[in-house]
């Protein structure tokens, strides 16, 4: 559960989508692609959409289908964060067409409340959040999407991805700095009840910095930010944030834990981006397999 200051009204994340530090626009493109795939193989002109963990600024969900006129969009988002919630439900504007929009405040792993009220979407995205929880945790949220998912529906995730070879980090169960949080996103008794199974992926540990993939990947982000005119606090506080709480699976891993969760995935890198951060990022679209 957390409400960082990086991802509230005024935090320096505005920029870091603003610059394209971390892909929002090939996720936006790459997204639209595989939305329109899926609409030539639906009829539905009415889609229903979530957005789990959604921020204040739904830019890449919004870009993914501004496009498709003939369509119209209900909207839910869901944030933890109560000034993303007041952004996103009161502020951002969306396409024309959006048929609604309603934002929910809440945990975005934890979706009993839809699944009680037996919802279903026709596609489901999340965007820069995956890569906070672990195998288990992500399996159980995908095991929870699966019941949300219209039958021919589809889940779409952009995400920050490590890469292959480098070792995985072991995320701590609280935060170094505040024994008190927990870092967990979904509780071990919910993770039990879906059966979820265990992944064992061998491990390291945080800040054992030889092996450390975020050391590469920091000194390219901190260089980009600053380039492209980021404050300095804003960018200690993203680097902070990276090393305190990104515990990233790599694509395979991905692959391995939707199959589990019996969806079907295809993983589609930003090859031909010039960002310099392109071999960390990925989209994932996933269907009931
Ligand atoms: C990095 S931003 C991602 C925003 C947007 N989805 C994007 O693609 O840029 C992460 C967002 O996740 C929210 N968040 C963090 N933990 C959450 C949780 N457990 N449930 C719902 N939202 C959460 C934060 O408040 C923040 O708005």
């Known amino acids: 559960m957390r409400n960082e200051q990086l991802f ?14 971390i892909l929002h626009k090939e996720a936006a493109q790459a997204g639209h692609e595989a939305i329109a795939r899926f609409l030539k193989t639906t009829n539905k002109k009415h889609i229903a959409l979530l957005d789990l963990a959604c921020g204040g600024m739904p830019i890449s969900i919004c870009r993914m289908v501004e496009s498709f006129k003939d369509v119209s969009f209900d909207y839910t988002g869901i944030d933890i ?8 439900q009161n ?28 919802k279903h979407y026709d596609v489901i995205f999340t965007g820069m959040n995956l890569h906070h929880g672990t195998a288990e945790e992500i399996c159980c949220l995908l095991l929870q999407v699966k019941s949300l998912l219209s039958s021919d529906g589809i889940f779409i995730n952009h995400d920050l991805y490590r890469p292959q070879g480098k070792d995985y980090i ?6 170094p700095d505040n024994e008190l949080e927990s870092f967990a996103m979904i509780s071990p008794e919910l993770i039990g009840s879906y059966k ?15 092996s450390d993939w975020r050391n590469e990947f920091l000194d390219t982000y901190v260089k980009v930010l600053a380039e492209r005119g980021g404050d300095q606090a804003g960018i200690q506080a993203t680097a902070d944030h990276v090393r305190q709480r990104d515990f990233s699976l790599n694509t395979n891993e991905m692959k391995q834990v939707c199959e589990k969760a019996g969806l079907g995935v295809t993983i589609y890198p930003y090859r031909t981006s010039l960002e310099p951060l392109k071999d960390y990022y990925a989209l994932i679209v996933a269907q009931k397999s």
Do not use: C, M
């Open 81 to 88: 964060n109560p000034d993303q919630v007041q952004a996103a």
């Open 170 to 175: 072991k995320r701590p169960s609280t935060n």
């Open 196 to 210: 979820t199974p265990n992944f064992s992926i061998p491990a390291i540990t945080a800040n054992q910095s030889h």
């Open 91 to 118: 502020e951002f504007t969306y396409p024309p067409n959006f048929n609604s929009v309603d934002i929910i405040e809440g945990n975005a792993w934890v979706l009993s409340n839809l699944i009680e009220q037996n």
């Open 8 to 21: 509230s009204k005024g935090g320096f994340y505005q920029f870091i989508v603003q610059s394209n530090a």
